[in-house]
């Protein structure tokens, strides 16, 4: 059985970057029950995602024409389109028609809840995995995603709620557009992410390193825009 200091350095990451962004909601604080609600859904929502997740994979092998497009398949359809469907879906069902989600800023809020929550239960299964070959694998597998996966998650999270809080307030004429690409650009991004690592070419740990840095730095862009916009709203 995994040790329990390994479960909770598997959550750490989630649990900081929640923590990050619970204290950047400058203007009125989202009730910590909604949060606890948000981020468990996360974690829950996985018990959907990943017979999901298979079944799209044991359809991929089958269906693809070459490796390329088995790569391809797997990480815009398979990870990047089903784990943010469903981590907007969390949003979207716990948060979205509450009265608690009343700025742009709270679409972030809730979907890096939702994004880290289910990092979360992801991380303690691939440090599982690889705690089956030893434990040093498994400390290797916590670092890396510690530092990668997880605050990728959590990217991908504020991303779509920048858009996903627009789509609530917009003007209608723009709402809808909001709301789609809330889900397509995450996608998108996501499928990126894990394209260059699926490759598996020499310095794809690089090329991703430098891809979290620009999407760091596109996010921080993202977080000040949607408080600005937010002061309106008190």
Known sequence: MIPYKLIILSIAPSLFIALYIYFRDKFEKEPL???LKTFVWGILISSIVVPIEYF?????SISASSRLSFIVFEAFIVAGLTEEYF?????????FDSPHFNQPFDGIVYCVFSAVGFAAIENVGYVYQAFQASPEA?????VLRGVMAVPAHA????????????AKFAPESRSYW????SLVIPMLLHGFYDF???????GALAIVGVYEILLFAYCL???RKSQEISKLYF
């Not at 799209?56 to 991929?60: E, P, Q, V």
């Not at 981590?87 to 948060?95: M, S």
């Not at 990217?155 to 809080?165: A, T, V």
């Not at 260059?196 to 020499?202: F, K, P, T």
């Open 138 to 142: 498994a400390v290797s597998v916590l």
């Open 56 to 60: 799209l994979m044991a359809y991929g």
């Open 87 to 95: 981590k907007r879906l969390v949003v979207l069902r716990v948060a």
């Open 155 to 166: 990217m991908f999270g504020i991303i779509m709620g920048y858009y996903l809080g627009f």
């Open 221 to 223: 862009r993202l977080i």
């Open 178 to 181: 909001y709301f789609k690409v």
């Open 196 to 202: 260059v690592l699926m490759l598996n070419i020499y």
């Open 33 to 35: 029950h909604l949060l």
